[in-house]
């Protein structure tokens, strides 16, 4: 009976259909990469005769891709078909809320969910089976072949995360819903929004009319980068903020995206800005100006009852826009020095029997949490939040590495995981010397889709406190909405499969080639994302004395061209097969091509082969997990670390430790010099050590005084003509950062770049 209508009905679709077989069905290549999928034989052609089908249940799911088919091609779909039917069927066995099931076959596509969001997330992989000029209206076809297949998929962690700071730079209400969209596409369901800052406070709020007159406003913006000397301004008034009308259009629509918007608005610190408006809300009364500069400020809000009057105030119009169950309340980065001098701080450490200023801020969160807990709501606070006592029902959100994620899972607190080293996305993710301008650091794509969320710290038991991950954008050095599209894509792609993609399912490469696809479908949304897939990775490689270098790119069918004598790689000129002898100092320059044209941009690495290269290295340390570059070896195999991005394969990185360092050169060598240099990257707490100890053989240490700088580099240069076998090399840390200075209280981080033996 079964078989006799479906060859009733192949038959009618036939003869509805149009005359002209449909385009070829283009196979999956979906991100995140689902947990299993199944392709068969049929396609399923949607046209002019295709019905949705789907009750209330899944109304935001279906009307999302009745839009989407509406808005992308001139097809039309049917109120009543009775055959070619796209189904959207609730399934109660299905127990994860954002999990589906998509079912695609010649005649229906089937839906099923428990929730309209796992319907939701069923849509947005089916959306990646239809060509990409869907996304941007410009399919020309009246028929589209839809790759037949079966899908069962769910997401590894509930909270899947981006952020986005507005406090320093700010964008269109556009260019949010933009963002959005894009996080719905990735199935991300969290949008962190950063409102408020030192340098801007970016949300309405009624009863603080100067909050919309001043604090929303900065004289002017630095220009260039914070390490460069002297500072200069542009001299321009910056700012602007979010009407409570824009922000209600904004969260209805991230709610018709399943996107969860979780304001924040920070306390006690980075509120330089609401001081400025308010100079009665800071320890002194005097009055401030909005920040013009990056960085870590020492107005912050005094704890008396007037400023928790006025949080309460604010954070009550605040919850009434957001209906997140969540809201964010920084706790980040909040020094201490005016409350050590206010004597209305100083009496309630005294009231309240607090030991000291730590327990301060933590009584100042947990005040807060107390109220947002007596109207529904939870709190997230940075990691440091957990200085001084976590407030009773605080989740964490771990951003100085993982060890306030441990810390606080060990308590049994919620937390959500976003280190520096793997989650921020302001950071550099290419060592091309003409990438936008960017805080510092060194964030590639691979490190980011290799991130393994759960800290290895933690036991089964502990694991469940790990809600899961997120991708940060910090806008000091962002602009633009073109500039903050080039640093979130493609890292938050990569994200999105590392917070919904089972770990057994994921493989870079096999996500590079999913990527590359997937650019067609970012240029039809007009998506200004970085591509760093067409570029060349080099290696050295030292065995025995014999030393070659290794050449490789990223994606497939593609052939690398270079040159040795320092000229630009051509299509005539040399074809890479084979690592390359390098038998003295040299530059190699290559680049990817097809068979037409040069691809990516020109890698170029100059191999300077001095007496270290090649021999044995050992450190006393091992470098810290987040900045292990490319080990040891790495600092004596003739390539120096960029002079920009600290985190790339060349530098190696310590916190907080002494080092010792032992190469061997084999025999006894003459040499004139050992060179190094060391990062001096304040603001991401990276200082060049105040003297290191050459030790050469058996013979007495040797000072070597290195004089304090405001360089981001500084270089040690030790001359001296001798014969030894052994170079002993002790660098102490820094220590502990000194008061006044970003991380103020933390250890210090030592990155050190090749030591070069003349
Ligand atoms: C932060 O990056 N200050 C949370
Ligand atoms: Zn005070």
Redesign the pocket.
């Known amino acids: 009976m079964r078989t006799k209508n479906l060859l009733i009905v192949s038959l009618l679709s036939f003869l509805f259909s149009c005359t002209e077989k449909p385009k070829p069905s283009i196979l999956p290549q979906i991100i995140p990469e689902p947990t299993v999928i199944e392709v068969v034989a049929s396609d399923f052609v949607l046209n002019d005769n295709t019905e949705i089908k789907a009750s209330d249940d899944f109304k935001v799911s279906s009307d999302f891709l009745k839009a989407y088919v509406s808005n992308g091609s001139a097809i039309r779909l049917k109120d009543h078909s009775g055959f070619n039917t796209i189904s959207f069927e609730k399934d109660e066995k299905i127990l994860n809320s954002e999990a589906y099931k998509l079912n695609i076959s010649e005649n229906e596509i089937i839906i099923s969910a428990s929730t309209d969001q796992g319907a939701f997330y069923a849509v947005q992989s089916l959306r990646q089976l239809f060509p990409a000029s869907f996304e941007n209206g410009t399919f020309q076809e009246n028929q589209v072949a839809i790759k037949g297949l079966s899908i069962e998929d769910e997401p590894q962690f509930n909270y899947r995360g981006m952020h986005l700071d507005v406090g320093r730079h700010m964008f269109s209400v556009d260019f949010i819903k933009k963002y959005i969209d894009a996080l719905a596409m990735l199935k991300i369901n969290t949008f962190h929004w950063h409102l408020t800052e030192d340098q801007g406070w970016r949300i309405e709020i009624k009863k603080y009319p100067k909050l919309q007159d001043i604090a929303a406003f900065r004289n002017e913006t630095l220009i260039g980068h914070y390490s460069d000397q002297p500072h200069q301004f542009d001299g321009k008034k910056y700012g602007g903020y979010y009407t409570q009308e824009d922000i209600k259009e904004i969260v209805a629509y991230a709610q018709d995206r399943f996107v969860t918007i979780i304001p924040e608005i920070e306390l006690p610190g ?1 509120s330089q800005a609401a001081i400025a408006a308010y100079p009665e809300l800071g320890c002194t009364g005097e009055k401030v100006e909005v920040a013009t500069l990056w960085g ?1 400020f020492e107005e912050v809000y005094c704890p008396k009852e007037e400023t928790f009057k006025f949080l309460e105030d604010v954070l009550d119009e605040v919850i009434a826009l957001f209906p997140s169950t969540y809201i964010h309340i ?1 706790g ?2 909040a020094p201490k020095t005016h409350w050590k001098a206010c004597e209305a701080c100083q009496k309630r450490i005294k009231s309240e029997g607090l030991k000291d200023e730590h327990e301060l801020q933590s009584y100042f969160i947990s005040r807060i949490e107390n109220y947002l807990n007596s109207k529904g709501r939870q709190i997230i606070g ?1 990691d440091e939040i957990l200085e001084g006592g976590l407030a009773p029902n605080a989740t964490v ?1 771990s ?2 590495g993982t060890k306030g994620a441990v810390e606080a899972a060990k308590q049994k607190h919620n937390v959500i995981i ?1 280190p ?1 080293s793997h989650s ?1 996305f302001n950071y550099y993710q290419s060592t091309n010397a003409d990438e936008p301008l960017a805080i510092g650091g060194f964030l590639p794509l691979d490190k980011v889709y290799n991130f393994n969320v759960i800290p290895k710290e933690l036991n089964k038991d502990e694991q469940k406190f790990v809600l899961g991950a997120q991708g ?1 954008l ?1 806008t000091e050095y962002i602009k633009t909405s073109e500039i903050a599209e080039y640093m979130a894509f493609p890292r938050v792609i990569a994200m999105s499969e590392v917070v919904w993609s089972k770990q057994e399912n994921k493989n870079y490469e096999d996500f590079v080639s999913r990527l590359e696809w997937f650019h067609k479908r970012l240029d039809s949304l007009n998506i200004n994302y970085a591509n760093h897939l067409y570029e060349v990775e080099g290696e050295l490689i030292s065995n025995n004395k014999s030393i070659h270098y290794k050449l490789q790119t990223l994606t497939k069918d593609k052939v690398i061209h270079y040159t040795l004598d320092g000229s630009e790689p051509e299509l005539d000129s040399e074809i890479y097969n084979e690592s390359i002898p390098i038998p003295t100092s040299t530059t190699i320059k290559a680049a990817v091509f097809n068979t037409k044209e040069k691809l990516g941009k020109t890698f170029s690495e100059t191999i300077n082969l001095h007496k270290a290269v090649g021999q044995n290295i050992t450190i006393s340390k091992e470098p810290h997990r987040a900045y292990s570059g490319s080990g040891a070896r790495g600092l004596i195999n003739g390539i120096s670390g960029s002079n920009t991005r600290f985190g790339d394969k060349e530098w190696l990185g310590f916190w907080g430790e002494d080092i010792e360092i032992v190469i061997d050169l084999g025999e006894e060598s003459e040499i004139n010099s050992v060179e190094t240099r060391f990062y001096n990257g304040k603001g991401q707490w990276i200082f060049a050590p105040e003297k290191l100890e050459i030790v050469f053989d058996d013979n007495e240490p040797e000072t070597v005084l290195i004089s304090k700088s405001k360089d981001l580099l500084v270089d040690v240069i030790f001359e001296k003509s001798t014969q030894v076998r052994f170079i002993k090399i002790r660098i102490p840390n820094y220590g502990t950062i000194p008061d006044g200075l970003q991380g103020a209280g933390n250890k210090a981080w030592t990155f050190i770049d090749e030591i070069i033996v003349n």
């Open positions: 980075h870590v920084g980040d980065e940075w959100m951003w100085r976003t520096t921020y940060n910090w």
